[in-house]
């Protein structure tokens, strides 16, 4: 039979589940009992030197206050972002304005997705009757399809919710979108122009597969949305 004392149990007999309930109730225990206090020795690191507990403390406290250091780095580096993306669709809201037709919109639209967002590849899909095509500029960035083409069936889930959507899509959506042969894009923006997308839809694809990811925020391209499709209508 072992004779070997449970860890939890001190030779006095007060247990350590006892003496740490007694130093939670009174936190203010070492400031009455400063000399216990610097007496105490605790281990910096296994087989390391022992370090006052006053030191310890100092020690936790300064890496808690690394971890909030970059966590508020972390909220700056995000609120920055969204500043420069607050005054690019600001831009984007004055150059529509100042647009004369539906083909300076759509040129207006096109540059700024290539020159201030970045897009590495975009498309805008108007539904409109294909006899009515002959209004708009024949460019790559413009495709005008019938709201009931069979290819769009693909898209009726999305279509359906009229909200935006990132991540990866299928095969054929993409091959919908932007041509054949263009397996590099690795993840997709999908943003509906007007209720129910009423106008059509903005894809803007970008070769890393996780720069539209499904757990982004899609807040800024709700309103990008909203800005074209005010500009188309």
Sequence with gaps: MSTQRKPSVREDGISEEAVEHYLR???DFFEHHADLLMSLRLPHQP????VSLVERQVMTLRQQNHKLERKL???LDVARANEGLADKIHALATSLL???DVN????????????DFGAQHSVLVLFEDPSAARKFKATRFVRIVDREDAALKTFSTFLASARPRCG???DTQRDFLFGEGTDEIGSVALVPLGKKATHGLLAVGSFDSDHFSPAMSTEFLRRIGELVAAGLS
């Design 98 to 100: 100042a647009a004369a």
């Design 104 to 115: 300076a919109v759509l040129d207006t639209v096109e540059t700024s997705l290539r020159e």
């Design 25 to 27: 109730i009174h936190p």
């Design 47 to 50: 087989g390391g030197l022992a």
């Design 73 to 75: 780095k972390d909220l």
């Design 168 to 170: 990866q899509v299928r």
